[in-house]
């Protein structure tokens, strides 16, 4: 597939899917749980950061039973509690605990090592 520069981002994708092949990496033995609010305004949380016009977010409509998946990223952003990693380490969510105003996103990390 060609690249095409008129639509290039810059910034940190969502949670993604790999490439379906195998990979050689370690996982740590450690299980990080990180909690974030399950809804409100992008702005009340880092107003610092976030404008009123980026509204507001629901990771998780009980109603609809939607889950927004950017919006994890976002929220991990705007309590500043997204993971510290090096370059060839990833976070691994493997489950999110939904409670009454928070969430618990409980993953670990993944560090990827050189195949050869």
Request: overall charge negative.
């Amino acid at each position: 597939m060609p690249i095409n520069e008129d639509n290039a981002q810059i910034g940190t994708p969502t949670m993604v899917l790999l490439p379906a092949r195998n990979y050689k990496f370690e996982v740590s033995e450690e299980e990080f749980v990180i909690t974030v609010p399950r809804k409100g305004s992008y702005h009340d949380v880092d107003p610092d950061f976030f404008s009123e016009e980026e509204g507001e977010f629901n990771l998780y409509d009980g109603r609809s039973g939607v889950m927004y998946i950017p919006a994890i990223s976002k929220i991990l952003f705007a309590t500043k509690k997204y993971p510290s990693l090096e370059a060839n380490q990833l976070f691994a969510p493997i489950a999110l605990k939904f409670k009454k105003g928070k969430v618990d996103i409980i993953g670990q990390v993944l560090t990827m090592l050189p195949t050869s």
